[in-house]
């Protein structure tokens, strides 16, 4: 089917009538320039004056600034939720405060998107973690479980009052050394990941939460965070077909609705620009119409909506790409021209508005892109095709009804009750441990030292971060408490890493007699990105040491890798290694299940299901959802990730 709003013709795939896509175009014709633009924008409102914005009613100037504009979208970070109750009153009244806005030709009621992803990416501070993506992977009946996860996750956030989760994550994840992706991917097999998206979206349909696949076209194969500079995947487009595309491509099938771009530049599929500093390079995937338009919406097919990842990312705001001074109106205004024209429909996060002077900035932002399209320099249809596409969106989802109107009468007291009684609710907190219990991977077990018996033996934990403790000391109660470790074992507790001290390594002379002394020394390691590779890294220091103290004292080494599987290749002299993919959360006491009036950041059921199976409380069932390579050293001594594998996708090693 086809939809006409002034002579523009878009594909629907949004499964509305015909009746409510007529009533949606008379909404956008009655529509202002400024409130057209200002659909297509989603600010953040993480803090106002320097004060965390929690409760909307202690912010007047915050209420007033938001009046002016009827912005398609509000995005809460973690500053913004404190608890369940808390944030299902902000939400509530950031839509009523929309919904009141003087002189609209129509009330539209916010997109609230959230990035919870679950694992190490959440934003419900007293919610279900649950295990995260590649920890999913690694289980038996994965898809199963990023259908329930996503069932969960989706469940607390429309309890609440969330409408949009920017979640799943498909990047593939193809290069170890990827400094921000990591465990937030399933796996580094395209089709695994491509299954696993889909199924997670299914989860969170059943709350009727809108998925946002992310990051397009992909983010998996980049050695630069886009949050700090600008990744560039030098591949073909045949290559990006065979992999990196291949979830999005399924998405879309699918029935995707909404997809995030990525601020990745491709040199050699797109074409070559001038910035606005004098230089040439290639604009971010963000920007380029080659990637957003002819790729993306012709060639893929895609006729949802396209929402960028935020704009206040250093890929994009200091990169010089356009014309303007860094920070300015004129680079900002400039930048989205560029986006819009490439295709894309909503401006995520061009700036934090959180203060008076931000609030100017928007006022001359919006009139600033509404200059440019009376220049023609955006078309007006191009406009109407992004707002339509955003409207379509809300209706589909019941968020804007048929009369362009809010749709949600629930009586607030109401709607609390059931927010407490659903978020972090001990059936989803039991249900994340069962996960938890099948991510547990076991690749390495030598002389079988796995499991350990009950027996009095001394045992060192070697905690990377003092307030590992917590997650270490809760599971060892608890098995003592059934029986897997006798009362009367001599067990310690000591970690490794002072984050707070001027020198990070904390690995003492006391901590080496402690070694010495031990039969059985197990010992956490959390990878991220290429850390694992410097000889340098304190954490790689300590581990090393303590590894060969170990064997010298003629003792056991057992590591539990927190984060990334690939530091099992770094630390492969360890007699056992037991990965839990999760290195989030250890510092919660997993038996406080109230809130408090600050809240409760979210448990680690992962660390905790490792533990247990070192202890044979728990069989591993886990397999590796990613290839590991090995580690070489190089002619000047650096480490470097080789192209054979160590262990390769699939492995596991199971207790006889």
Known sequence: MAIALAGIMLASGFGVSNAAERKIDRIIREMSMDEKISQMIIPAIRTWDEENVTDLSAFPELKEVLSRHQYGGIILFGANITGAEQVTRLLDDLQKNNMEIQGASSHIPYLTPVDEEGGIVIRLSTGTRMTGNMAIGATENSKENAETTGRILGEELAAVGFNTDFAPDIDVNNNPSNPVIGTRSFSDDPDLVSQLGEAYSKGLSYSNIIATYKHYPGHGDTGTDSHIGTPSVEKTYDELLGTELVPFKNAIENGADMIMTAHITYPLIDEEKTFGNGTKGYYPATMSRKMITDILRTDLGFSGVVV????????????????????????????????????????????????????AFYDEYISG????????????????????????????????????????????EERVVKAKETVGSKGHHDTEMEIARQVITVVKNDGNVLPLTSDSRKILFLGRLQGDSVAIDYAINELKNNGYINNDSDISVDFYYDSSADVKLHYTDEMKEKISQADVVIGFSYASGSSILDKENPQNIALWSAIEDTHKAGGKFILISENLPFDAATYNDADAIVLAYLGSGLGIDPTRDAESSQGMPARNANVVAAIETVFGANSPKGHLPVNVPVVEKQPDGSLKFGTDYLYERGHTVSFD
């Open 369 to 412: 892109i509404a200059a440019k399209v009376e220049a023609g320099e955006i078309s007006r249809e191009r406009i109407d095709e992004s707002v339509k596409r955003i409207l379509m969106l809300k209706a589909k989802y019941g968020i804007l009804d048929i009369n362009g109107n809010g749709t949600t009468d629930e009586n607030i």
């Open 308 to 359: 960028t990842d935020a704009l206040e990312m250093k890929a994009i705001e200091t990169a010089g790409l356009v014309p303007g001074a860094e920070g300015s109106v004129e680079y900002r205004v400039n930048i989205a021209k560029e986006v819009i024209n490439a295709g894309v429909d909503i401006l995520l996060l061009p700036v934090d508005l959180n203060n008076a002077e931000v609030a």
